[in-house]
Every structure is written in C-alpha cells, then in structure tokens.
C-alpha cells in the first residue's frame, strides 16, 4: 500500500477518496502501513484509523474483536449523528454487520439504526444498513422489499436482494432485470440462471464457473427435457440446494422440463390427443392441459387445443429467432430417438457385384 497516498488521505480528510479507493486499500493494507499511520498521528485514534484498525481484524477473521471494537469504541457514532462521518460509518457498519453474521448473533439493530441515519440524511450509511436488513431478511428467508435511496456504490448488492425477492414472488423477467450485471459470479449467476430457465431462456449471460457446475448442469437438463435426471438432480443435490437456499424454487422447474418436453412432441405431430401426450410424458392429463395452454398462450409452442386434442397451426406464428434454432436441434434429435433402423448387413464384395 503506498504510504503517500493514505498519509494525503489522513491529512487532507478527503473521505471521498477515500470510498472511491476503498477496495484497493481494503485489500492491501497491512499491518506495518497502520502502525506508521498512527505514528504520524502520535497514536492518536481519529475515526479514520479505527476505521483502517478494524478492517485489519475483519481481514484476519477476528470477528469477535471487530464487534467489541465498535461497541465498546465507537458505537454512538453509528447513529451518524456526524454526517462528516456518513462514509466512513458506513464501512464500518458493513463490517460490524458482516461479523455480527458470521458469530450468529442476531442483527435486529441494524433496524434501530437505519431510523436515525434516515432522518439526518446519512445516505451512505442508510444504503449500507438497507442492503444489510436485506441480506438479514433474505437469509432468514424473509421476502420483504425496503424502500430507500440508494447511492451508485450500492446499487447493485440492492438490485440483487430485490431480484431475489421477484424471483421468489414469480416475477421471472424483472428478477433476470435486476440480477443482470457487469459481474454475473457466484451466487448472484446462480439466481441469474433460474431466472433464465424459468422463462425457458438459455442464452445465460453467465461465464462456466466450476464452484457452481451443479447449476450449469441443470441448464442442460432443462434444455434436454431430461425428467428423469431432473428428479435424480433434485434428488442427488437436495442438501446442496437447501444450503444455497434455491430448493423451492428449482421445484418449479419440473413444469419447465415438462414444457421444453412438449415442445419437441409438438413439432413432430400435425395432432395429438391430450392421452397419448400424457401417456408420453407420463404426467396427468389435467396437468398437462394447464402446462399445454400456458406454453400456447405464451408464444413457446404454435398451435390449438380443440376437444382434447392438439393441433398444429396450419398457417403458423412466425416462430422468435430465439426459438427457431433450438427448435430445429430438438426435432432432429426426437426424430432419431423415435426411427428404428434395420439392422445393417456386413457389405460383401461377391453380393455387390451380382
């Protein structure tokens, strides 16, 4: 970390530099560059070095110290009753936060604190105590919108929370709006994916990541109208997907996987009886009628349902770029699983030339 830089910073009290540079000093600051800090100081603590002294615990896992720290240091000021402060209280409470979390201690305070701070106009502090009630709420499995002003800095974490809480309540196309970013990793491109297959969308902005290779296999399944691997998926990775807290809401993907399945019956048969497509698919015809009207109404599959029976449109919608070639994939690939072939005989020479 340069020295020269964070002394400006200490001199000058230009706090907004200070945010804009946050990341980088978050990342490299060390012990030795605090030390000299509070040497030039003559170890007196301002606000900003306590603030650099519990990023070094935070950074060090000491998450029982970062909360005594604050309590017992500097806890009156998170009622930001120093709006000169408003940047820095601000870290500091996504930190106490954050430790606060990883102990199990209950974070209901952050609710005592979001009221002062909204009140004086502490928008930096009021934003990091918004996102913080919503990963509070959201993983305790509490879908509740908050409504503040946001600052540019925190607009993203408070786009993904709310994209969550739309996914959760079934608004697939404005949860993909609002999870949709610069930065698709993690648990935010998981979210990203579900949003995408629930709208039975597969080109998902999302790079291949490893740490997630349970969700990308999900996407092919849905794409393959694979049933059976998609109850062995649930069934393989229920702890997994109860600990990403996505279980419930990868169950609404069997009628996706059902859809897709439809699909391809669809653009093989002119007609087709709701029996025989739900002897097919093995599922009720009841369920298959409200799946079959949903996929017509919504543009996925082109035709009508008259007394039981499906027909294919004989003057067809023109079918969305986004459907025509996976359209085209899937009815080669129904065809060559529904042909037999004859078996084919050893060529021979003295056959060949009778």
């Known amino acids: 970390m340069e020295l020269a830089f964070l002394e400006n910073i200490l001199s000058t009290k230009d706090y907004d530099l200070f945010s804009r540079k946050y990341s980088e000093i978050f990342k490299k600051l060390d012990t030795e560059t605090f030390q000299y800090l509070v040497s030039l100081r003559g170890g007196d603590l301002c606000l900003l070095l306590r603030t650099l002294e519990i990023v070094l615990l935070f950074k060090k896992k000491l998450f029982l110290e970062v909360v005594s720290y604050v309590e017992n240091n500097i806890k009156g000021l998170l009622l930001g009753k120093y709006r000169s402060y408003d940047?820095?209280?601000?870290?500091?409470?996504?930190?106490?936060?954050?430790?606060?979390?990883?102990?199990?201690?209950?974070?209901?305070?952050?609710?005592?604190?979001?009221?002062?701070?909204?009140?004086?106009?502490?928008?930096?502090?009021?934003?990091?105590?918004?996102?913080?009630?919503?990963?509070?709420?959201?993983?305790?499995?509490?879908?509740?919108?908050?409504?503040?002003?946001?600052?540019?800095?925190?607009?993203?974490?408070?786009?993904?929370?709310?994209?969550?809480?739309?996914?959760?309540?079934?608004?697939?196309?404005k949860a993909f709006f609002l999870l949709d970013s610069p930065n698709n990793k993690g648990i935010r491109a998981v979210y990203l994916i579900l949003a995408s297959l629930l709208q039975s969308k597969f080109n998902i902005p999302v790079e291949y990541d490893k740490k997630i290779k349970i969700y990308f296999d999900l996407i092919r399944i849905v794409k393959e109208a694979d049933l059976p691997g998609y109850m062995k998926f649930i069934e393989?990775?229920?702890?997994?997907?109860?600990?990403?807290?996505?279980?419930?809401?990868?169950?609404?993907?069997?009628?996706?996987?059902?859809?897709?399945?439809?699909?391809?019956?669809?653009?093989?048969?002119?007609?087709?009886?709701?029996?025989?497509?739900?002897?097919?698919?093995?599922?009720?015809?009841?369920?298959?009628?409200?799946?079959?009207?949903?996929?017509?109404?919504?543009?996925?599959?082109?035709?009508?349902?008259?007394?039981?029976?499906?027909?294919?449109?004989?003057?067809?919608?023109?079918?969305?770029?986004?459907?025509?070639?996976?359209?085209?994939?899937?009815?080669?690939?129904?065809?060559?699983?529904?042909?037999?072939?004859?078996?084919?005989?050893?060529?021979?020479?003295?056959?060949?030339?009778?």
């Open 87 to 173: 940047i820095l209280i601000s870290k500091i409470l996504r930190m106490y936060y954050l430790s606060r979390k990883e102990l199990g201690i209950n974070n209901d305070i952050c609710f005592n604190l979001l009221v002062p701070n909204k009140e004086l106009g502490n928008e930096e502090s009021v934003s990091v105590i918004t996102n913080c009630l919503l990963d509070y709420l959201v993983s305790n499995k509490i879908y509740r919108r908050i409504e503040n002003f946001i600052v540019p800095s925190e607009l993203s974490k408070y786009n993904f929370y709310n994209g969550v809480i739309e996914l959760v309540e079934g608004n697939y196309e």
């Open 236 to 354: 393989d990775h229920k702890d997994d997907l109860i600990k990403d807290n996505t279980f419930f809401i990868i169950l609404r993907l069997s009628r996706n996987v059902i859809q897709e399945k439809i699909r391809c019956i669809s653009l093989v048969y002119s007609k087709i009886s709701y029996e025989d497509m739900s002897q097919r698919l093995n599922i009720d015809k009841e369920d298959l009628e409200y799946i079959l009207l949903k996929s017509i109404n919504s543009g996925l599959i082109s035709g009508e349902v008259k007394d039981g029976v499906y027909y294919a449109c004989k003057t067809k919608k023109k079918v969305t770029d986004k459907f025509k070639f996976e359209n085209l994939k899937k009815l080669n690939s129904y065809i060559k699983s529904e042909m037999k072939y004859p078996e084919i005989q050893p060529l021979c020479y003295e056959k060949a030339i009778q």
